[in-house]
Nanobody, 124 residues
Framework: QVQLVESGGGLVQAGGSLRLSCAAS????????MGWVRQAPGKEREFVAA????????YYRDSVKGRFTISRDNAKNTVYLQMNSLKPEDTAVYYC?????????????????WGQGTQVTVSS
């Protein structure tokens, strides 16, 4: 089992940047595929980005390609989401998630463990 704690959210103006971090407990972090998922008010959770266990493969939803970058540091048990050129429509609670069975996935239903979320608000 792994516990996930997100940080780095906040309020930023459109066009600005934020870097989210997700710290994982345990010694088997490198065995989990990791992802970021977000949920805006009144909307369902949606996939944002995913990274494979070794960090060799990444996937993004179309609306964040070229603006967001997911990365991981297995030595630090941490996954990151660098968000640039933020837009008001990026406003949401961002969740870190871990998948113990699949190397990398864009399906939010595959993730087994979730953090508590961190709020990102982008003002226009």
């Amino acid at each position: 089992q792994v516990q996930l704690v997100e940080s780095g959210g906040g309020l930023v103006q459109a066009g600005g940047s934020l870097r989210l971090s997700c710290a994982a407990s345990g010694r088997t972090f490198s065995s989990y595929g990791m992802g970021w998922v977000r949920q805006a008010p009144g909307k369902e959770r949606e996939f944002v980005a995913a990274i494979s266990r070794r960090g060799s493969s990444t996937y993004y939803r179309d609306s964040v390609k070229g603006r967001f970058t997911i990365s991981r540091d297995n030595a630090k048990n941490t996954v990151y989401l660098q968000m640039n050129s933020l837009k008001p429509e990026d406003t949401a609670v961002y969740y870190c998630a871990a998948d113990r069975d699949i190397d990398v996935t864009s399906s939010i239903h595959d993730y087994d463990y979730w953090g508590q979320g961190t709020q990102v608000t982008v003002s226009s």
